[in-house]
């Protein structure tokens, strides 16, 4: 797993959920860039993707981002919040470059 320190290596300018969805993206990109997964019989993708592309039909930037994250098998069987069933992609530390501001 990628461990995270709540109090210690969110960037002070991390400040809304986008911005927070955007950073872990990121986080999880730049551990895992080669990292794929099975999605489907013969179907295959990377488990983390960003990419930043140009709209031309409003004139924006956009981010755009996918995960694709194991869930275990005890979500079909155990209470709690969806996102404690997630399961690590790997075991890596968030790069220093995404600590700073």
Same mark, same amino acid.
């Given at each position: 797993?990628?461990?995270?320190?709540?109090?210690?290596?969110? =960037?002070?300018?991390?400040?809304?959920? &986008?911005?927070?969805?955007? #950073?872990?993206?990121?986080? !999880?990109?730049?551990?895992? =860039?080669?990292?794929?997964?099975? &999605? +489907?019989?013969?179907?295959?993708?990377?488990?983390? *993707?960003? +990419?930043?592309? #140009?709209?031309?039909?409003?004139?924006?930037?956009?981010?755009?981002?996918? /995960?694709? !994250? *194991?869930?275990?098998?005890?979500? !079909?069987?155990?209470?709690?919040? =969806? #996102?404690?069933?997630? *399961?690590? /992609? +790997?075991?890596?530390?968030? =790069?220093?470059?995404?600590? *700073?501001?």
């Amino acid at each position: 797993m990628t461990a995270i320190n709540i109090a210690t290596d969110i =960037p002070s300018q991390v400040d809304t959920v &986008e911005k927070l969805a955007a #950073w872990c993206a990121g986080i !999880l990109f730049a551990n895992f =860039p080669d990292m794929t997964v099975v &999605e +489907g019989v013969g179907y295959t993708e990377r488990a983390a *993707q960003v +990419g930043d592309f #140009w709209v031309a039909a409003d004139l924006k930037t956009r981010k755009i981002v996918r /995960l694709s !994250l *194991q869930v275990s098998a005890d979500h !079909l069987s155990n209470s709690g919040k =969806p #996102w404690i069933f997630v *399961q690590p /992609l +790997g075991n890596t530390a968030i =790069p220093a470059a995404f600590k *700073q501001n």
